[in-house]
């Protein structure tokens, strides 16, 4: 049975209905959010970089990021709007959320002491919510919320 190795609360702000988790430094990625962003896709992937399509235009988005040993137990469909999996190579073990309008923010997200190729489960609830405050009062705290596994890809 696969083990929670860690367990962190971020916050991703969103911008133009997108947000990316991508190598904490980008120096080296042949394409760096938000270049070639998959407009009409939950999620999307570039080396180094895993991007997620918001339900709402401007607001902050709570992730609730954990890595497993292994393959986590599955999640109740009924729980969430959206829900993809996909695979995601690290070179260094360390990735941070991208916005496409503030850039890299603060929090480095740790997979592991190296690089590694995962695969990544992305889970979202709130996405009608956080579309309507865009189109009314234009932001909010919170609204959507993600949970995105990710464990070891030979595993």
Do not use: N
């Not at 990021?65 to 729980?79: L, R, S, T």
């Not at 234009?138 to 070891?152: A, D, H, K």
């Amino acid at each position: 049975m696969a083990q929670l190795v860690r367990r962190q609360r971020v916050s991703a702000y969103v911008a133009f209905h997108a947000f990316a988790l991508q190598e904490s430094d980008d120096a080296d990625l042949p394409v760096p959010f938000p270049d070639e962003f998959p407009r009409h896709s939950f999620i999307g992937t570039h080396p180094g970089r895993l991007d997620i399509r918001s339900g709402g235009h401007t607001h902050t988005a709570t992730l609730d990021v954990e890595v497993w040993d292994g393959v986590p137990p599955p999640q109740d469909p009924a729980d969430w709007d959206e829900q993809a999996e996909a695979e995601f190579e690290s070179t260094s073990g360390q990735v941070a959320v991208w916005s496409g309008s503030i850039g890299r923010m603060d929090d480095d997200i740790t997979l592991a002491d190296s690089g590694g190729l995962w695969r990544v489960r992305v889970h979202c609830v709130g996405r009608a919510e956080a579309a309507a405050l865009s189109e009314g009062e234009g932001t909010g705290i919170g609204v959507e919320r993600y949970l995105i596994q990710f464990w070891p890809a030979e595993a």
